[in-house]
């Protein structure tokens, strides 16, 4: 399916091109716009990144392939993010990943058959002091223990 | 005591009640003086960076060329992946007008017309918050065109804020350029440092949220003042950012020179059930932990734990208890730096992926006496062997881990080598009798 960027992200992303002195610095940006729009960075979306700032398709894919934040498949309409790392595991991090494994019964990287819920194992997000924590699309939630995990998961499916 | 990053005033983040509280005078005495006084008083004051490498801020800033027909740029590091660090998010969301004024003053003694504050993407709400910030001060005229009316200068720059998307590597300075170009984040080979050939080939500086935001009371209130605080070597407070096995985890403002154990004890409140604590990372993951025995006395200044056997880095203290899985913890270390590898070197891509494997290897108890030394082995194979300091960060945690906690490491790993197959590597070597296939 062909991809276009709606009105709104197109003139954000002229304003983003105008930050630089070329073209190609706006990729992050144009990615991120993209995935906001569409919720996954796909095989079209990178030929219309490509085509609007004059750069080969492996270059675009190059980028999206180097960071973790770009999705590139398709991701559940919440998408969890579990740190594990250091100063979380230290507090319960690990044990509310393998808890919400066995809840939703996905893996790292999987979507619920109903695609509500996807799962990844993050590193540090810099909640240390807050820590354990774990991020739902864009927002954090700290400080939490596996009762809380279980309330934000049932609000989140009453939220259907 | 003094705050000087994170003052103790309500809603600071509001530009009226920085201006209220004296903001952006220092810009304005900043634009009254030659870009060599400013140089020359933050370089007086001792300010050092607080991503990690301590270095001489207003040294760095008089590597950037004078004579040049190159534009120009500055770019703020807040990627801020290290485990164990959690600082920047607080200034992006308590303070961001003090940082602004910062990148003001900075910009202008280098001269950069451009700047970019490059932000971890995880940080989605901190980029709002400080996008906010920057609107505000660009409706105000603090940036861009109209500075030159508001502070009667000729000198004009505008900010940006780059948004990341989950690469650790990126905190590295030229792989932050790389990946501010449109680039994959691959970190570049120094020399020619940024200084010379940064952004687009043109001289850029490259500076941490923390210490731009340290830049302001510094023109305000005088290099003298500044360079007062703390330890002499390392001068001002740190943002000590404490987790793990502690009852008041959090952000400290404190003076360097601060005691390890008055940080752990007495501001974030000592160990949960007066546990005894088994190890100490001192400086965010990457940095050489510390047994519970080597505290004693151990100041939080650069020079001090160089001398203590680990680094300041970036002032995330991660403290662990006496019942602590040490093991893992390494392994989860090793994992993360595995994961956040950039690829580029072997030593480094191949040489994490062994060093998570021995680990986990560990972990699960099948591990023997010779993996010790083994993951030693790996471990300094990797440092000093690779473009950026990735290498050092991977091995470091455990090749200190594991010498200097070598009993407990003991403790977890049989004395012999056990294979699952007899004799499987004599049966693999070629010989003319026909052997039986191995079974694995």
């Known amino acids: 399916m062909e991809f276009k960027f709606n009105e709104e992200n197109q003139n954000k992303l002229n304003t983003i091109i105008s930050h630089y002195p070329v073209k190609k610095a706006a990729v992050m940006g144009a990615l991120w716009l993209a995935q906001e729009q569409s919720g996954w960075i796909s095989g079209e979306v990178m030929k219309e990144v490509a085509n609007q700032l004059e750069m080969t398709l492996e270059e675009v894919l190059g980028v999206v392939t180097f960071y973790t934040m770009y999705n590139q498949k398709p991701m559940g309409k919440f998408h969890l993010q579990v740190c594990t790392n250091v100063s979380c595991m230290l507090r319960g991090g690990a044990l509310i990943f393998d808890h919400i494994k066995l809840k939703l019964g996905i893996d790292d990287m999987h979507v619920t058959d109903d695609k509500m819920f996807s799962l990844e194992e993050v590193e540090c997000m810099g909640s240390c002091g807050t820590a354990p924590m774990i991020a739902i699309n864009e927002d954090y939630f700290e400080n939490l223990n596996i009762s809380e995990v279980d309330n934000i998961l049932e609000s989140l499916k009453n939220k259907n | ?440």
């Open chain 2, 1 to 440: 005591m003094e705050k000087i990053v994170l003052p103790d005033i309500k809603d600071l983040h509001l530009i009226d009640i920085y201006i209220h509280h004296g903001g952006f005078a220092a810009a304005k005495k900043a634009f009254t003086k030659t870009t060599d006084d400013i140089i020359d008083e933050v370089k007086k004051s001792g300010l050092r960076g607080r991503g990690g490498a301590a270095f001489l801020a207003g040294l760095k800033w008089s590597f950037m060329p004078k004579s040049t027909d190159k534009p120009k740029y500055l770019c703020i590091n807040g990627d801020e992946s290290e485990p164990g660090s959690f600082k920047d998010r607080q200034i992006f969301e308590y303070n961001p007008h003090q940082l602004i004024e910062g990148i003001l003053i900075t910009a202008y003694a280098i001269q950069a017309k451009i700047v970019y504050i490059y932000i971890r993407g995880e940080y989605h709400k901190w980029i709002k918050l400080m996008q906010k910030a920057l609107d505000d001060a660009y409706a105000r005229g603090f940036i861009g065109e109209k500075m030159k009316e508001t502070f009667g200068t000729d000198f004009s720059c505008e900010v940006y804020i780059h948004k990341g998307a989950g690469a650790y590597i990126c905190g590295e300075e030229s792989s932050l350029m790389n990946s501010l170009e449109g680039q994959r984040g691959y970190p570049r080979v120094k020399p020619p440092f940024p200084a010379q050939n940064g952004l687009w080939g043109n001289p850029t500086t490259i500076n941490n949220v923390e210490t731009i935001t340290n830049v302001p009371p510094i023109i305000n209130k005088g290099w003298e003042w500044f360079s007062k605080i703390g330890e002499p070597r390392h001068p001002g407070t740190l943002l000590f950012g404490v987790s793990g096995h502690v009852n008041k985890p959090g952000v400290y403002e404190l003076p360097t020179g601060t005691l390890l154990t008055d940080i752990i004890y007495k501001y974030a409140g000592g160990v949960p059930g007066d546990k005894k604590i088994l190890c100490v990372i001192p400086g965010g993951s990457s940095m050489p932990p510390l047994r519970g025995d080597q505290l004693e006395g151990v100041k939080m200044d650069a020079e001090s734990l160089k001398n203590a056997g680990s680094a300041i880095g970036t002032g995330g203290v991660i403290v662990m208890d006496e019942d602590t899985d040490l093991v893992k913890v390494l392994a989860r270390i090793a994992h993360f730096y595995h994961h956040e590898s950039c690829r580029q070197c072997t030593p480094c891509r191949e040489g994490t992926g062994w060093l998570e494997k021995i680990l986990k290897r560990l972990v699960k108890g099948e591990g023997s006496s010779s993996d010790l030394d083994l993951l030693i082995s790996v471990a300094t194979n990797i440092e000093g062997n690779t473009i950026c300091a990735l290498g050092e960060a991977a091995a470091w945690p455990v090749r200190f881990m594991v010498t200097r906690f070598r009993d407990y490491f003991e403790e977890r790993v049989s004395k012999e080598v056990s294979l699952s197959v007899k004799n499987k590597v004599h049966s693999m070597r070629n010989t003319s009798i026909p052997l039986a296939p191995v079974t694995r």
